[in-house]
């Protein structure tokens, strides 16, 4: 999952530069119609590699055929989608209230940390471009390191405290990098701050994604939805609520709002319990 969600990073991280590189070389509409090819691209390549099942793909090989069928986790069991044993669930909640803060904070740095640099750190249209690119840098090195602590994280305390402690750290760490950048009087150690603060948020990535497996093996597509909703509330909000509170107030207390969020969402990890599976308990 962190492999996986890393990739947003690295789309990310391009986007900024190529973006105000085709607007200033072209026009506007440049960088939309760049844009929807790759849409379009993506979904024929989606298409052609991706498949329900792993023996449905065309290069499997027989030795790998032959451990899947000889595995019989691979083979998920039809049943009911246990929806009131979701809603029921106190760990769902706490995941999803979680993602909506990280959702919040992550929607800052796709919406308006480019703006931030620009109109605030005084940076001009192609410099504000390339250093709005540090953040998703950073989420394409420690989003996937987060994985991979979280795993080994479990395998050393077990599932409930290996998740709990690799996304409750990572967004307590988001928040107070994020705090102590926005304080920071030179620009350059800001960014190094807040882009460090965006890839520790990510850090926890890995452990909510994973944690919706673990609570739900034959579920983890609609557990995973349901979680993922939060953090579009989050992000949902957070484009309208961060440029009001950088007018009202200015871009400091609006960016500290932020690192609020994900304080509040590391706490709620505390209480999360991914170690005990919702269809056990139902």
């Not at 105000?20 to 849409?39: E, K, R, S």
């Not at 024929?44 to 023996?55: G, K, L, N, Q, S």
């Not at 520790?200 to 609609?222: E, P, R």
Request: charged share 10%; net charge neutral.
């Amino acid at each position: 999952m962190g492999l996986a969600i890393g990739g947003i990073g690295v789309g990310s991280a391009l986007t900024p530069p190529l973006t105000a590189w085709l607007m200033l070389t072209y026009n506007w509409q440049t960088p939309f119609y760049v844009a929807g090819i790759a849409g379009i691209v993506i979904a024929m390549m989606w298409y052609a590699f991706a498949t329900d099942h792993p023996e449905q793909h065309p290069r499997v090989n027989q030795a790998e055929l032959k451990i899947i069928k000889q595995n019989p986790s691979t083979h998920r069991e039809k049943s009911q989608i246990p929806w009131r044993a979701f809603a029921r669930n106190r760990s769902v909640w706490l995941m999803t209230m979680s993602y909506t803060c990280l959702g919040y904070v992550a929607y800052v740095y796709l919406s308006w940390f480019y703006l931030y640099l620009v109109n605030e750190r005084g940076f001009d249209v192609l410099e504000g471009a390339f250093f709005a690119a540090g953040p998703f840098i950073a989420i394409t090195i420690l989003c996937p390191l987060g994985g991979w602590v979280s795993d080994r994280c479990c395998e050393i305390w077990g599932i409930t405290i290996g998740r709990s402690s690799v996304g409750c750290v990572g967004m307590a760490s988001a928040a107070a990098l994020i705090a102590a950048g926005v304080q920071i009087a030179q620009p350059y150690t800001a960014i190094v701050l807040l882009s460090l603060g965006a890839g520790c948020l990510y850090f926890s990535v890995g452990s909510f994604w994973a944690s919706t497996i673990d609570l739900s093996k034959n579920h983890s597509g609609t557990l995973s939805g349901i979680m993922n909703t939060g953090a579009n509330l989050g992000g949902t909000i957070s484009p309208t609520l961060t440029p009001w509170l950088a007018d009202k107030f200015g871009w400091t207390v609006s960016l500290q709002v932020a690192a609020a969020f994900a304080f509040i969402g590391a706490m709620l990890w505390i209480f999360v319990k991914a170690g005990e599976p919702i269809e056990m308990k139902a």
